[in-house]
């Protein structure tokens, strides 16, 4: 009987030894300290958080010093610059509009739109817009000053002229096409969509410093690369606490417009926000995460917004031909720009983009419950 009591004790001593001498550390495979190694975990365990940034939730970011690192005023004069080409195209439906004077602001001569800007710059949209499209604009500012010489005229097809269904009045040509539609929302795809997600967020803008402020004594607080993030923004032409305000005009408009189908505004501006503060952490594999999902979104909210515009056309049709023209025109302009989404995620090739436009016949007073069902088909089969 003693001696299995020795016995017995001498077996859990020397299982206790066994059990002291296991290696300790972190047995968690997913932790960052983990140790393979490791048979008894001690505690010592770290969680991967993930990247280590802080994003805010207004467009407004600052160095270790609280100096604001977030500058894009030249997009502003750029979508200034459009307001004031747009107001004076408004004009047209009760006088003749100068076709040079729209040119004049195109190419800011001057500085200052030879002299009809309201402020004075040194940014340009012409030379913004790619070299083989500045002829297309500048020759729908022709047809549109054309068309404003017959203000006075009822439009019909074949007669230039203004169409009117009571509250609303609309310039069109002689084919119907509202001029004034082709060329600011052309030009919000020409300049300010493919410069925000070709240019900017294109590899030779991203792939810039960001390590050293740009020029720290002029106020230039950011990094080459925080900068052109911040112009890309800046050409999304909203405020720095939107959606709480939302513009009354360009892509923040629309945006906005087609947010309860896409989620556009929450999903434009967290991305937006996400991708400038990961650039701060320097974790560009989330800068990059962003940037796709904004080139997504945004040829979305284009795509889903000529698509509202045929349904508007389907809806006017025989009944409203002031609001119809109109209507046409916008869906014209909201596609045409689909052309220049990225092509690392544009879902619709050139060659499907120059059929889809071919669907538009030439003279709107023409068009068709069928040419409009297969337009929608046609962005619908792509979105």
Partial sequence: MMKLTYLS????????????????????????????????????????????????????????????????????????????????????????VNAQDLKDMYANVGDNGNGLFSFTSTKQLKNKTFA?????????????????????????????????????????????????????????????????????????????DNTTAEDPTNGDYYTAMEHHWDEAFGYFGVDTDFPTIIPSSFWGKYCDKQDATLNSNADMMTQFLTGRAAITGNVL??????????????????????????????????SDQAKFLHAVSEAYAFAWNLRYAPTETRRITIAEHDALMTLFPTNFWNITITDLNNIKNAIQAKY
């Fill in 9 to 96: 004790l001498f077996l859990v001593a020397g299982a206790l030894t066994f059990t002291s001498c296991k290696k300790k550390g972190c047995t968690d495979p997913t932790a960052l300290n983990y140790d393979a190694n490791a048979e008894k975990d001690d505690g010592s365990c770290e969680e991967d958080l993930g990247p280590i940034y802080s994003i805010p939730t207004t467009f407004t970011f600052t160095d270790a010093n609280g100096n604001s690192t977030v500058s894009y005023q030249g997009q502003t004069d750029r979508l200034n610059q459009l307001s004031e080409m747009t107001a004076l195209m408004g004009t047209g439906t009760s006088t003749s």
């Fill in 132 to 208: 083989a499209d500045q002829a297309m604009f500048e020759g729908w500012m022709d047809d549109f000053a054309a068309a404003s010489q017959d203000f006075a005229q009822t439009a019909a097809s074949g007669q230039a002229g203004t169409v009117t269904n009571g509250t609303d009045t609309y310039l069109v040509d002689a084919n119907g096409i509202e001029h004034k539609q082709l060329i600011e929302k052309g030009l919000m795809g020409a300049v300010f969509l493919n410069q925000a997600l070709n240019v900017y967020f294109g590899a030779g803008k991203m792939d810039v």
């Fill in 285 to 318: 594999t989330d800068r990059d995460a962003a940037i796709a999902a904004i080139r997504t979104e945004w040829e979305e909210i284009s795509a889903f917004q000529a698509i509202t515009y045929i349904d508007d056309c389907l809806g006017y049709f025989g």
